[in-house]
């Protein structure tokens, strides 16, 4: 177990308000819930011409992670138990879960 630190909590703290103002710029500005799962399924669905933003939000946020992990790779915690592949089939069927309960938090603020 990781023991909870002031530097931990305002890293959360940032975080939490980091991924509300980006929600609620998102909204204001295009009108749009940033929802993940709604925007890669939009993204992988198609048909309504609205791929450039989808899929410039989602290399976003792999673009962001990837610098955090360079800039300070301690960060991200320990590495997760188990294969890649198990951990990678993980985040999809969250990512399916998500979607087909019609979203997560993230998105709807």
Do not use: Y
């Not at 992670?65 to 198990?86: I, K, M, N, Q, Y």
């Amino acid at each position: 177990m990781v023991p909870i630190t002031m530097e931990g909590v305002l890293q959360a703290l940032a975080g939490g308000v980091l991924v509300g103002l980006s929600a609620s710029a998102l909204l204001l500005a295009n009108g749009r819930i940033a929802g993940i799962s709604g925007i890669a399924g939009g993204l992988l669905g198609g048909g309504d011409g609205d791929a450039g933003w989808r899929a410039t939000f989602l290399l976003g946020l792999v673009a962001g992670g990837a610098l955090l992990r360079v800039v300070d790779p301690g960060s991200f915690g320990p590495t997760p138990a188990g294969s890649t592949g198990l951990v990678a089939l993980s985040g999809l069927l969250v990512g399916f879960g998500s979607r087909l309960g019609s979203g997560c938090t993230s998105g709807h603020g």
